[in-house]
């Protein structure tokens, strides 16, 4: 107060007692006061506001320099080489490898202009909460280049052999050839491509490498819609397969010539399953044919009916299931009983070695009558002029039965297998460039399916056929495990016309007992015909978890064929069923597992993990018949209901 009136009236001389000069009136005094704080404060709000302004102002012209500027030329060149990854993603679709390697070399160039433009986002790493995505976005970049090095070694490695592999190169020999001729260019080439592939493996480990510092917990879950850590964990775990699958090839790649016969000629057997006539293995062995493999060149050097050499010869004890219901002894044809395609091409091996005159041979093929239909859907129809008949995929299986069982007699009634797979052979590796594709994709879903099976004697090849599922194994699991194995004893060629289910109910208790029913259900939706269809005859194993015990088996029509044993690391309940023309009829099975469904980590969360194991042979018994039909339930919640095409795994958080 003092300070404004000596400022205001500097000179007037101030009677206090006398209130002169002053306003004697305690309010109208007050008022002349703030009258007089006014103006100044006035003056600094706008100076403070003028001050906070500026410096939004200049804030806001760095923000714009430093972040928003940088970060949309950023967005827009990602947009750019995000278009040519797709060109180059087409390019290698189109199997067109100039222009692949043209996408890649502008891949390179763009990459680099986007990891500029990340690079003046630089301040975002000295951000505290901020700076953890950064690093992340620089191992991801890091990633990136390992991944183009990587690329550019392949398609350098691969381009001057482009033609072998079916790709188009403006640098490689563009004359036509044949699968055979493929094969031989491909055993001479293999050793030059062993460099390059090294060095992209060592680049994609370092790919690898710099992803895994990404966590995808350190992210929201979704963003705008878009799920934000599925896809980075999806990302991650494509490029660790893609890490183990090119180091598993690896091996392969380098045995590969051996295995295609340089420098020794490679002979193969392959076996002719019936899987009309289901047994453990895809079906019954029918007919054989032994091939060879010179340096890449193809040959089938011998192909006839499996009783040419069988001539009912037993060297070995026969299963209890074989003598109860089909021959007294173990015969060649019958000797894949196991479920586990190499146990029973080992048990094959004893009666091939007794035979005279037949080649050495370094592993066994096992193929079905549906390998040969899919194969036929690619290749088209076959004239056999021999036979006067033309085989196409919608009557090759019906044809080949008819002609075994009715037309053809003798020695030479299932000839015919031999001679059509010998024409088969002849298509595919006279195939054209176009076809390569299509064959080779439907050869992988056929095998994936186990419509064909491989047993190798070389170790290398082996273990790469059972790790990924080539081989027909019976596989170890940790958990619950359910394979169903059928063996048609004696009932013809039934399973043409046989419609499977398959029904699991598992109840677990509240002290995590597991007791589960397994009901199995045959339909025979043919008539009697006396050559084709007739009673189905089926001798039931079900492999499950060691150790399980045996509640119950119902259903069924011989009650010594009701039995527990152990094979395989597992134990097995059988049982024995007989099934009429136009009826159906259903087993089960009730059995408690050998272990408890129990909490684990902090939450005590439970999980329930299965893995059913489809068998060989299984498929679509016709057209208008469907596929195995499999339904899961977990305490009365059905948790799956799906076609068994393949071996499937399932987790389930309860």
Same mark, same amino acid.
């Not at 819609?225 to 990302?235: A, F, H, L, N, S």
């Not at 009916?305 to 009912?312: A, E, H, L, R, S």
């Not at 015969?331 to 009983?337: E, L, T």
């Not at 048990?347 to 390998?371: M, Q, R």
């Given at each position: 107060m003092e300070y404004f009136i000596n400022e205001k009236i500097p000179n007037e001389e101030v009677n206090l007692d006398n209130h002169q000069g002053i306003n004697s009136n305690p309010e109208t005094a007050t008022l002349g006061v703030k009258q007089e704080i006014k103006k100044p404060f006035k003056k600094r709000f706008w100076k403070t506001l003028g001050i906070i302004l500026g410096i939004f102002l200049v804030v806001l012209l760095i923000g714009y320099f430093i972040l928003i500027r940088p970060g949309y030329t950023l967005y827009k060149d990602s947009l750019k080489l995000y278009a040519t990854a797709n060109e180059l993603k087409l390019s290698l679709s189109e199997q067109n490898l100039t222009k692949a390697e043209q996408s890649l070399g502008e891949i390179k160039s763009e990459l680099l202009v986007v990891e500029k433009d990340y690079e003046r986002l630089g301040v975002l790493k000295y951000t505290p909460f901020l700076s953890k995505y950064y690093k992340d976005g620089s191992a991801v970049f890091s990633a990136a280049n390992h991944g183009v090095i990587a690329s550019d070694l392949v398609i350098q490695g691969i381009e001057p052999f482009s033609n072998i592999f079916g790709f188009t190169s403006d640098k490689a020999n563009e004359e036509e050839i044949n699968a055979d001729q493929k094969l031989e260019e491909l055993v001479q080439a293999m050793p030059q491509l062993l460099p390059s592939l090294d060095a992209a493996l060592e680049e994609i480990d370092n790919l690898e490498s710099?992803?895994?510092?990404?966590?995808?917990?350190?992210?929201?879950?979704?963003?705008?819609?878009?799920?934000?850590?599925?896809?980075?964990?999806?990302?991650?775990?494509?490029?660790?397969?893609?890490?183990?699958? @090119?180091?598993? *090839?690896?091996?392969?790649?380098?045995?590969?010539?051996?295995? %295609?016969?340089? #420098?020794?000629? $490679? /002979?193969? !057997?392959?076996?002719?399953?019936?899987?009309?006539?289901?047994?453990?293995?895809?079906?019954?062995?029918?007919?054989?044919?032994?091939?060879?493999?010179?340096?890449?060149?193809?040959?089938?050097?011998?192909?006839?009916?499996?009783?040419?050499?069988?001539?009912?010869?037993?060297?070995?004890?026969?299963?209890?299931?074989?003598?109860?219901?089909?021959?007294?002894?173990?015969?060649?044809?019958?000797?894949?009983?196991?479920?586990?395609?190499?146990?029973?091409?080992?048990?094959?091996?004893?009666?091939?070695?007794?035979?005279?005159?037949?080649?050495?041979?370094?592993?066994?093929?096992?193929?079905?009558?549906?390998?040969?239909?899919?194969?036929?859907?690619?290749?088209?129809?076959?004239?056999?002029?021999?036979?006067?008949?033309?085989?196409?995929? @919608?009557?090759? *299986?019906?044809?080949?039965?008819?002609?075994?069982?009715?037309? %053809?007699?003798? #020695?030479?009634? $299932? /000839?015919? !297998?031999?001679?059509?797979?010998?024409?088969?052979?002849?298509?595919?590796?006279?195939?054209?460039?176009?076809?390569?594709?299509?064959?080779?994709?439907?050869?992988?879903?056929?095998?994936?399916?186990?419509?064909?099976?491989f047993y190798f004697h070389d170790t290398t090849l082996q273990s790469f056929a059972e790790e990924y599922n080539f081989a027909g194994r019976i596989k170890e699991f940790d958990g619950d495990y359910l394979h169903v194995s059928d063996a048609n004893l004696g009932g013809l060629k039934s399973d043409y016309w046989l419609e499977r289910n398959v029904d699991q109910k598992i109840n677990i208790a509240d002290d995590g007992t597991v007791t589960k029913e397994v009901s199995i259900t045959y339909n025979n939706r043919g008539a009697y015909d006396g050559w084709l269809n007739s009673t189905t005859r089926v001798y039931t194993r079900i492999y499950v978890p060691l150790g399980s015990t045996l509640n119950s088996i119902e259903g069924g029509d011989d009650e010594k064929a009701k039995t527990t044993s152990e094979d395989l690391g597992k134990t097995v309940f059988s049982n024995y069923s007989r099934t009429i023309p136009l009826s159906s009829k259903t087993i089960k099975f009730t059995y408690t597992l050998p272990f408890k469904v129990t909490g684990t980590g902090l939450f005590g969360t439970k999980e329930y993990k299965l893995l059913v194991q489809k068998q060989p042979g299984l498929g679509q018994p016709q057209p208008d018949l469907k596929r195995p039909q499999y339904t899961i339930e977990i305490n009365g919640e059905v948790k799956a209901d799906y076609e068994l095409l393949t071996d499937s795994e399932f987790t389930w958080e309860l």
């Open positions: 710099d992803l895994q510092e990404v966590n995808p917990e350190d992210y929201p879950k979704s963003i705008l819609g878009y799920d934000v850590q599925e896809k980075i964990t999806e990302i991650k775990n494509l490029t660790t397969s893609a890490k183990k699958v @090119s180091h598993d *090839v690896r091996p392969i790649l380098e045995k590969l010539p051996e295995a %295609l016969g340089e #420098p020794e000629t $490679k /002979n193969y !057997l392959v076996l002719f399953q019936n899987d009309k006539e289901l047994r453990p293995t895809g079906g019954f062995i029918t007919a054989y044919a032994i091939i060879s493999m010179d340096k890449g060149r193809f040959k089938i050097v011998k192909s006839e009916d499996i009783y040419n050499i069988d001539k009912d010869q037993s060297y070995m004890e026969a299963p209890q299931a074989i003598k109860d219901y089909l021959v007294p002894g173990l015969y060649m044809r019958d000797s894949n009983w196991s479920p586990d395609f190499k146990v029973s091409m080992e048990t094959f091996e004893i009666y091939w070695n007794k035979l005279a005159d037949v080649p050495e041979i370094s592993g066994i093929i096992g193929v079905d009558t549906e390998f040969v239909r899919a194969f036929m859907e690619v290749l088209g129809p076959i004239e056999l002029p021999q036979y006067g008949e033309t085989f196409e995929a @919608s009557n090759v *299986v019906y044809e080949l039965e008819l002609y075994s069982e009715k037309v %053809l007699q003798g #020695p030479y009634r $299932k /000839n015919l !297998l031999g001679d059509l797979m010998g024409e088969m052979v002849d298509r595919v590796f006279a195939a054209k460039k176009d076809q390569w594709r299509s064959l080779i994709d439907k050869a992988f879903t056929e095998i994936s399916r186990k419509h064909m099976l």
